[in-house]
C-alpha cells in the first residue's frame, strides 16, 4: 500500500472531531511549529518539500510564500481557496468534509509562517454543508486554545474565518477570489501587481488550496526533506486524485506521486477498472480544462514510456501529445462517451463561467460553444473543425485570467487527438444522433496513429 | 431589465440583523463589504430570493450604492433575483456527471415535475434547473437544495423519485438541515 | 528614486525615455503615429480603466536590461509598465497582428453593424479599429445578442447591443459624478450596462459618459437622429460655468448648434470633463464665446469638407528631394 500523509485516519470513526482528530496525533504540527520554529524556518521546510500547488497550476508552494511582501504596519493575509469547481474536481470537498481539522491545522501553521493574523477560508457557497462543518471545527479548535488570543500560550494571535462564494467557478482564479471576498464580482484582476504585494484589502496575501495548506501538516511533523523522498523528479509528496466517470470506482485517492496511469486506472487500489465491462477510450487527467487524451496516449507517451502520475509525466509530450496533472481531476471516459457532445459540454462550461470582463473570452468562449452545439446536433461543417481551433487560439494567451485558456485547451486537444469523430459527426449527421462513434482506433497502439 | 415583483419595502427581523453583525465582524474596519456575499446569503436564505427592496435594504445596512449591490447579486448563479419553488432542485449538468447519467436525471425531473428548467410547480412546491459542476463528480449524478444545499448523490430516477415524495410529505415543515 | 530618472524603452525599434512607472501605451503616445496600440477600454483620465479589450496587446521582446527575457505572453500594454532597456514590438510584431486581428473579430462579433442608423458613426473607435485592423468578413453564423431596451432617461440614450464593455462610464460614474446607478450587471457574455431597476442616469456630470464611450452605446438623447457627425462642424468654445471648467467643443450646422461635447484629444479622450448644463442646456452662440475651429485629425470622416490644409501628399514623404522643395509645407502638416 502506497504512503498516506492527508488520508492515513479517513476511516477512523469520528475523524472529523477534534477529539478524535488529536487522539491520532493531530495539531502536533501547530505544537511543533508554533513552539519550536520561527515562520521562516516553517517556510524553509515547505521549501524543502517541493510541495507544488495542488490548486491546478502546480506552482511551488515554498516560493509563492517567500514572496510575500513584508512591509512594516501593514497586515498580511493567508487565504485559502476552497473554491473547488473544476470539472473533474472534488478532493478538496472530500478533505473538508470527512478530515476538517486537516484543513485548519493547515492554516494556523501557514498562518504562522506567513505572519497572518486574520486568516479567511473560501468555499464555495454551493458547499453550505461544508462550511457548517469548518465554522464548527473552527469552534471546536478556538475552544481548545488553538486559535484567537495566545495560541497555546506562545503570544501567537490567530483569527479564522469561512466566506462563502456566491456561485462562480470563476472565484477559483485567486485574484478574482480576492474580488469576490471583498464583496464586488468576481472579476479578475491584471497583473502584476501580484496578491503577494497586493493582494486581500491591498495588503500582501498568499491564496493557497485547500490540499495545498493540508499537505503542510504532514511537512512540518515529519520534515520537508522526509515528503520530498515521496514522488519522482519534482513530483514530489502525495497527491490528492479525484477519480470519475467510466470506472469501477470513482472516488477520491490520495496516491504518491509516480504511479503509473495504467496502474491507476486498473488496479483495484484505485479506479479498479473500466466499468460494466467496457473499453478505455478516452481520459482528462486534470480536471476539464487540461487536454483529453485518447486510450493510446493516456496510458503510455508518445515515445512509448509508461506515462506517470507526475507533473512532468503528464505533461510530456506538451501540447501535441500530452496533457497536464492540473488540480488531479481525473475523467475516465468509456467507448460509449462521445467526445463530441462532452467538448460541447466543457465549452458550455467555460461560456457559463466566463466572468465577461475580457473580450476574448467573453465572445469567443460562447462562439465555441455554438459551434460544437451545431456540431454534436448534426449541422456542422467539415470546416467547423478549423474554425473551433482557429478561434481557441485567439482566446489562448490573450486573456486577462487563466479562464481563456481553460476554455481553449480542451478544445483544441480534442480536435487534435478526435477529428475523424467530429468529421464523423458531419459526414453521418442522422447516424450520429442515434448511436455514438465508439471506441474507433483510440486505444489502438500508437505506432500506426502516429504515422498517419 | 427586471421586472419587479415586489415593491414591499423590507424589514429585517433582529434575528437576521444579530446575525448580519456576525458576519460584518469577521473583517477589518471600513472592510464591511466583504460582508455583502454571506448577508445576500442569509437573506436569501429567510425570504427565498432576493427583491429589489432586500437588496436596497442590505445595501442601506451595508452603507453601499443599491447598484454595488445589484451587481453582485446578478454576477453569481446561487442568488435568485425571482421566486422560485420552496425546493429548487439544482441538479449538476457538467461532463463528468453526464458521464454517469445526469442528463437523464433531468430529463426525468422535468417529466416528473411537468415543468421546464427554471420554471415553478402549480402548487409553488419545486423548481429545478441545472447547474454547473458542483465538485461531486466521483458521487455523480447529483443534486443540492438550498438554502443549505442538501446534497443527493449517485442518483437514479428511482432515488429522485422517493426525494420528491418526501419533501412532498415534508413541505409544511422547516427548510432541509444540512447533508442527507 | 530621483525625479529626473528615465528608463530607455523602445518600441517598433524607436526609442524613447520615459519616467519610470510610465505604461507601454503611454511611452508609445509619447513616440506617437502608427506605432500607438489602439485603446478601447483604456483612459487616461480613468483611474483603474484599461486591461479589458485587449486591442492594445503587444509583444515584449526584452524585458529589461536587468532581466532580458522576452515575456511568454502578449501584454495589455495600457497596464505593462516600462522597465529599463524594455524593447516592446507592436505593428511590426506579425504575432500581435494576428492576435489583434483576432480581438478585433471578437469585439464585431454580437455588435449589430447598424452604423447607418448609429450616432456614433464617424466618430466612433470600433468603426476605426474594424477599417484598420479587421477583415472585411465575419465567420460568426449565428444570431447576434440582444438586450431588453432599457430607458436610463431623456439626456442619455442607451443601446446596449453596440456595447463593448469598456467598462470607461462605470469609471466614469464612480469618479466623476457623485453618485453612481449604473454598473455592469450579469457576467460573461450576457453582462450589460444596467441600472437594473427603471431610474435616469442623471447629475451634475452623467453627460460625460456619452463622451468616454467608443462605440454607440450611450449617445446624446438631445442630438439623436439630427445630422451625420461628418456633416457638422466642431468648434472650440468656452463659457464662464460656476459648475465645470466650460470648455467645450460646439458642433455646428449652418448656424445652429447641434450638440455640445468636451473638447477631445488625439486619441478620443476629453481634455476636461463638461457639466450637463453647457452640454445640453446652453445649445444657442450666445451661450458661448467662441475659441475658434476644432482641429480634427485628417484620419476622421469628419475632417472631410473641413477646412484646414490636408498634409502633403505620400509622394513627397517619400522623396528627399521633394522633401526639401516642400519644406514649409511639411513644417505646416507636421504641426497641424
Known amino acids: 500500500m502506497a504512503r498516506k500523509l492527508l488520508l ?21 504540527a501547530v505544537e511543533k511549529a508554533l513552539k519550536t520554529m520561527t515562520p521562516d524556518e516553517v517556510v524553509e521546510e515547505v521549501k524543502k518539500s517541493g510541495l507544488r500547488g495542488r490548486g491546478g497550476a502546480g506552482f511551488p508552494t515554498g516560493m509563492k510564500w517567500s514572496f510575500l511582501a513584508k512591509p512594516e504596519g501593514v497586515p498580511r493575509y493567508l487565504v485559502c481557496n476552497g473554491d473547488e469547481s473544476e470539472p473533474g474536481t472534488f478532493k478538496d470537498r472530500f478533505l473538508m468534509t470527512y478530515i476538517p481539522h486537516a484543513l485548519i491545522e493547515g492554516m494556523i501553521v501557514s498562518s504562522y509562517a506567513l505572519g497572518a493574523k486574520v ?19 473552527i469552534a471546536e479548535a478556538k475552544a481548545a486554545g488553538l486559535l484567537g488570543k495566545n495560541i497555546l500560550g506562545t503570544g501567537y494571535d490567530l483569527e479564522l474565518y469561512v466566506q462563502p462564494g456566491g456561485g462562480a467557478y470563476i472565484c477559483g482564479e485567486e485574484t478574482a477570489l480576492l474580488e469576490s471576498l471583498e464583496g464586488k464580482r468576481g472579476n479578475p484582476r491584471l497583473k502584476p501587481p501580484f496578491p503577494a504585494v497586493s493582494g486581500l484589502y491591498g495588503s500582501p496575501t498568499v491564496v493557497n488550496n485547500v490540499e495545498s495548506i493540508a499537505a503542510t501538516v504532514p511537512i512540518i511533523n515529519d520534515g520537508g526533506e522526509e515528503y520530498a523522498k515521496i514522488g519522482i523528479e519534482r513530483s514530489t509528496g502525495t497527491k490528492l486524485i479525484s477519480a470519475s466517470g467510466n470506472i469501477n470506482k470513482p472516488g477520491v485517492y490520495e496516491i504518491e506521486l509516480g504511479v503509473p496511469v495504467e496502474e491507476f486506472i486498473y488496479s483495484d487500489e484505485y479506479c479498479g477498472g473500466i466499468a460494466n465491462g467496457k473499453r478505455f477510450k478516452a481520459m482528462v487527467a486534470g480536471g476539464s480544462s487540461v487536454p ?30 500530452g496533457s497536464s496533472m492540473g488540480s488531479g481531476g481525473f475523467i475516465v471516459f468509456d467507448e460509449d462517451q ?11 462550461f467555460y461560456h457559463h463561467e466566463s466572468c465577461g470582463q475580457c473580450s476574448p473570452c467573453r465572445e469567443g468562449t460562447g462562439w465555441m460553444e455554438k459551434i460544437l452545439h451545431r456540431l454534436e446536433y448534426g449541422h456542422g461543417s467539415f470546416s467547423d473543425m478549423d474554425l473551433l481551433v482557429d478561434v481557441s487560439k485567439k482566446i489562448e494567451g490573450n486573456t486577462i485570467c487563466p479562464l481563456g485558456d481553460a476554455s481553449a ?44 | 431589465m427586471l421586472s419587479v415583483t415586489q415593491n414591499e419595502p423590507v424589514e429585517f427581523a433582529p434575528t437576521l440583523l444579530a446575525k448580519f453583525a456576525d458576519i460584518v465582524g469577521r473583517y477589518p474596519e471600513g472592510r464591511h463589504k466583504s460582508a455583502l456575499l454571506p448577508i445576500l446569503h442569509e437573506v436569501q436564505a429567510h425570504f427565498g430570493w432576493l427583491s429589489v427592496p432586500a437588496m436596497d435594504q442590505v445595501a442601506s445596512y451595508l452603507k453601499l450604492e443599491p447598484i454595488e449591490v445589484y451587481e ?12 422560485q419553488g420552496k425546493y429548487m432542485l439544482e441538479v449538476c449538468r457538467t461532463g463528468p456527471c453526464c458521464l454517469v447519467g445526469a442528463e437523464r436525471i433531468m430529463e426525468h425531473l422535468e417529466d416528473r415535475l411537468g415543468v421546464k428548467e427554471g420554471e415553478v410547480t402549480a402548487d409553488g412546491l419545486f423548481s429545478w434547473r441545472g447547474v454547473e459542476c458542483l465538485a461531486a463528480c466521483g458521487f455523480g449524478p447529483v443534486l443540492q437544495i438550498g438554502p443549505e444545499y442538501t446534497f443527493y448523490e449517485n442518483l437514479t430516477e428511482e432515488k429522485v423519485d422517493e426525494l420528491l415524495t418526501n419533501l412532498k410529505n415534508n413541505a409544511g415543515s422547516q427548510p432541509l438541515s444540512a447533508n442527507s | 528614486m530621483a525625479d ?3 528608463f530607455k524603452v523602445s518600441i517598433d525599434g524607436i526609442p524613447v525615455e520615459v519616467a519610470p512607472g510610465t505604461t507601454i501605451l503611454n511611452a508609445a503616445r509619447q513616440i506617437g503615429g502608427d506605432i500607438v496600440p489602439p485603446a478601447m477600454c483604456y483612459y487616461s483620465k480613468l483611474e483603474g480603466s484599461g486591461g479589458k479589450c485587449r486591442t492594445c496587446l503587444v509583444k515584449v521582446s526584452k524585458g529589461s536590461e536587468k532581466d532580458p527575457r522576452p515575456m511568454p505572453k502578449l501584454v495589455a500594454s495600457c497596464r505593462t509598465t516600462v522597465m529599463d532597456g524594455m524593447e516592446v514590438l507592436n505593428i511590426t510584431s506579425p504575432e500581435v497582428v494576428e492576435a489583434r486581428k483576432g480581438v478585433v473579430e471578437i469585439l464585431l462579433l454580437n455588435h449589430p453593424l447598424d452604423c447607418p442608423i448609429c450616432d456614433q458613426a464617424g466618430e466612433c473607435k470600433l468603426q476605426d479599429l474594424g477599417y484598420e485592423h479587421g477583415s472585411a468578413a465575419t465567420r460568426y453564423e449565428f444570431e447576434r445578442r440582444t438586450f431588453e431596451k432599457i430607458d436610463i432617461g431623456d439626456k442619455i440614450q442607451l443601446h446596449m447591443t453596440r456595447c463593448i464593455l469598456c467598462y470607461r462610464c462605470v469609471y466614469t460614474a464612480d469618479q466623476i459624478t457623485n453618485q453612481r446607478v449604473h454598473g455592469v450587471l450579469g457576467r460573461g457574455d450576457a453582462s450589460e450596462i444596467s441600472t437594473y431597476i427603471e431610474k435616469a442616469i442623471d447629475n451634475d456630470f452623467s453627460g460625460n459618459i456619452i463622451d468616454v464611450c467608443p462605440v454607440g ?44 461635447t468636451a473638447r477631445k484629444d488625439v486619441y478620443g479622450e476629453v481634455e476636461e470633463f463638461i457639466c450637463n448644463t453647457c452640454r445640453f442646456d446652453k445649445k444657442a452662440t450666445v451661450d458661448w464665446v467662441i475659441d475658434g475651429p476644432r482641429h480634427i485629425e485628417n484620419t476622421s470622416v469628419i475632417s472631410a469638407n473641413h477646412y484646414e490644409l490636408p498634409a502633403p501628399p505620400p509622394v513627397i514623404k517619400k522623396n528627399l528631394r521633394l522633401q526639401e522643395a516642400n519644406k514649409e509645407q511639411l513644417e505646416r502638416a507636421v504641426k497641424l
Request: hydrophobic share 40%; glycine share 6%; aromatic share 14%.
Open chain 3, 4 to 6: 529626473d530618472v528615465k
Open chain 1, 292 to 321: 483529453i487524451l485518447p486510450a493510446n496516449l493516456a496510458t503510455k507517451t508518445a515515445k512509448g514510456e509508461s506515462r506517470l502520475m507526475t507533473y512532468e509525466s503528464l505533461a510530456d509530450g506538451g501540447f501535441v501529445s
Open chain 1, 119 to 137: 486568516s479567511y477560508i473560501y468555499v464555495r457557497g454551493e458547499m453550505m454543508p461544508q462550511i457548517r462543518i469548518l465554522e464548527k471545527a
Open chain 1, 338 to 348: 462521445c467526445i463530441v457532445r462532452n467538448t460541447w459540454n466543457f465549452a458550455r
Open chain 1, 8 to 28: 492515513a485516519n479517513i476511516n477512523v470513526p469520528g475523524i472529523n472531531t477534534l477529539e478524535v482528530y488529536r487522539q491520532k496525533g493531530g495539531y502536533r
Open chain 1, 409 to 452: 485547451w480542451p478544445v483544441a486537444s480534442a480536435i487534435r487527438h478526435f477529428r475523424d469523430e467530429f468529421e464523423w459527426h458531419v459526414s453521418n449527421r442522422e447516424e450520429s444522433q442515434i448511436r455514438n462513434y465508439g471506441l474507433a482506433h483510440y486505444a489502438d497502439p500508437l505506432e500506426p496513429l502516429v504515422q498517419s
Open chain 2, 72 to 83: 453582485v447579486a446578478t454576477f453569481y448563479t446561487m442568488y435568485f433575483l425571482q421566486p
Open chain 3, 217 to 260: 452605446a450611450l449617445t446624446d438623447k438631445t442630438f439623436r437622429f439630427k445630422n451625420r457627425v461628418w456633416f457638422t462642424k466642431p468648434v472650440d468654445a468656452h463659457r464662464d460655468c460656476p459648475t465645470c471648467s466650460g470648455k467645450v467643443t460646439l458642433w455646428y450646422k449652418g448656424e445652429e448648434v447641434l450638440r455640445v
